[in-house]
């Protein structure tokens, strides 16, 4: 059987190995991967050896069939620790099974439709504020939505007029865990947050009481650099008092709708003590579906106008689908009715993926495309890297919705096309996104015409999320 010293290595970015600081870099290396034929390669972060699976089938056997060994890697746990604590996003084990129990219910493909008349009243409202000839950034438009929608639909609260500041103060949280990604004092923080666990399971008595409570200060990263800045402070506190302020709010309206909120402040630990939720928990969670919930949506949109913008032909189809709606709202949620703009979403997704990359850690020593990973050994699944495999998507960078036709999909191996990620911890907001995405385009389609320079290349911007750099700058004409 190969060892890892047998896998094909990639070669190192910058010196500080295979993920380089710039965008594009990261996105060239991700590329590179998507024309291996080997099924794992390896890199390095510094000293430490990684693993990427570069073919469907490999990603399928880390992401599913051997989900039970991996764990999401404690780095970005560390990293997203103020922001979102122990959210669904980020906690293991336990804690995430009976979390995600809880709140599957509420994303299920059938309970979604009663959250299409807030997706489009929002978008409607968007569209109503626009005037002719006015110089919009059409990201910012879609993430004004987008966060209306899921503070609507989830926590019943109104954030229109505060998407702003909000989202100002999400773009400086999400700026900061960016950048420090690749750093070597995240790797040096993790091995003091291993190390600590690992002794106290070792020891007894205060020793053990002491590294406990060291392990619980290395979660949070209050070594790394920029932490304390009180930019970020700021932000993080702007979050969590309007997050805090909707969950107060619903407290004193009563818990009686079967909605996000009162899930959480019901929930009573089914396993044991019968103890409702913590605050802080019920704030963890909070603040990941909000978060979650609107920066990928926004960003998939973003993109897909500016893409519609530079084909013609294909934003004459997605305009004639959402005008045969006539002057009816487009409410009810009916698939059929929004399939080319449901295709133009996902072949959005497919170029610039949201969430890029999943990074993971074995739990223990396990086998992937025929290779033993030791325990602790980290690997990165690539959404980027499969979306450009050329045997999956012929002419890879051509944008081409078509490529979603139900019977040009079902020749495709289902691990091609990743943007939610899959298994176990595959998106719980999927459906929601996916209703969300095309009547949000059908809406603002209808009523205006987006005038984007054609002939102007937006390059990406990694923020944790794929963003248009700089924005997607737009003039409004009427129709
Ligand atoms: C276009 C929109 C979206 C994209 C591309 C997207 C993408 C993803 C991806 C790739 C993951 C898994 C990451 C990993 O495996 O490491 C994920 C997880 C998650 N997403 Fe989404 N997401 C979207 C919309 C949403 C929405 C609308 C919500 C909630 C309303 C949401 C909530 C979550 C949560 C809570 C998780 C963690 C699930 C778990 O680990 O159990 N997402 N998302």
Redesign the pocket.
């Known amino acids: 059987m190969p060892t890892i010293a047998d896998l094909p290595r990639m070669p190192d970015v910058d010196l500080l190995g295979s993920f380089g600081l710039a965008t594009s870099e990261r996105l060239a290396f991700q590329r590179a991967l998507a024309s291996q034929t080997a099924p794992l390669v390896r890199g390095r972060i510094l000293h430490l050896p990684v693993y990427f699976p570069c073919t469907p089938e490999a990603a399928h056997e880390v992401?599913v069939a051997k989900a039970k060994s991996f764990e999401?890697s404690p780095g970005?746990r560390v990293l997203l620790h103020d922001l979102a604590g122990e959210?669904?996003?980020?906690?293991e084990g336990a804690l995430?099974r009976s979390?995600?129990r809880l709140?599957s219910p509420l994303?299920q493909p059938a309970p979604m439709h009663r959250y299409a008349d807030t997706m489009r009243a929002v978008a409607a409202r968007a569209a109503d504020e626009m005037t002719p000839g006015a110089r919009i950034d059409v990201s910012h438009v879609t993430t004004r939505i987008?966060m209306s929608v899921?503070g609507k639909?989830?926590f019943d609260a109104d954030t229109f007029d505060e998407a702003d500041a909000l989202g100002a103060a999400l773009t400086t949280c999400l700026q900061w865990v960016n950048e420090h990604l690749a750093d070597p004092q995240l790797v040096a923080h993790v091995l003091a947050l291993d190390a600590t666990a690992s002794l106290a399971t070792r020891t007894e008595g205060r020793l053990r009481d002491l590294l406990l409570s060291a392990h619980a200060r290395f979660s949070s990263p209050f070594l790394l650099p920029g932490v304390r800045d009180a930019k970020l402070r700021e932000a993080v506190r702007v979050l969590d008092e309007r997050i805090t302020a909707m969950i107060d709010e619903r407290r004193r309206q009563g818990l009686t709708r079967d909605d996000l909120l009162t899930r959480l402040l019901t929930a009573r630990d089914p396993d044991g003590s019968g103890e409702p939720m913590s605050d802080r928990q019920v704030r963890n969670e909070a603040v990941?579906?909000f978060v979650?919930?609107?920066e990928?949506?926004a960003?998939?949109l973003a993109w897909s106008f500016y893409l519609l913008a530079r084909n013609p032909a294909l934003l004459a189809r997605a305009r004639a689908e959402a005008d045969a709606f006539g002057d009816g709202p487009i409410t009810a949620w009916e698939p059929e009715r929004l399939a080319f703009c449901t295709r133009v979403?996902r072949e959005a997704?497919r170029l610039y993926?949201?969430?890029m990359m999943?990074?993971?850690r074995t739990l223990e020593p396990v086998e992937i495309a025929g290779t033993t990973l030791p325990a602790r050994a980290l690997v990165f699944?690539s959404?980027y890297t499969q979306h450009y495999r050329a045997e999956a998507y012929p002419d890879p960078d051509r944008f081409d919705p078509d490529r979603w036709l139900p019977e040009r999909e079902a020749a495709r191996h289902r691990m091609a096309y990743?943007?939610?990620?899959?298994?176990?911890?595959?998106?719980?907001?999927?459906h929601?996104?996916?209703m969300?995405?095309p009547i949000v385009l059908a809406t603002l389609l209808r009523r205006w015409q987006f005038e984007i320079d054609p002939h102007t290349t937006i390059r990406e911007d990694n923020f944790a999320?794929l963003r248009p750099r700089g924005g997607v700058p737009a003039i409004v004409r009427a129709r």
Not at 87 to 91: E, H, I, K, P, Q
């Open positions: 992401l999401k970005l959210g669904l996003f980020t906690s995430w979390q995600r709140l994303f987008a899921v639909a989830l990941t579906l979650a919930g609107h990928t949506t960003t998939a979403f997704m993926p949201p969430i999943f990074p993971r699944v959404a990743l943007p939610f990620s899959a298994g176990p911890r595959v998106c719980i907001g999927l929601f996104a996916m969300e995405g999320t």
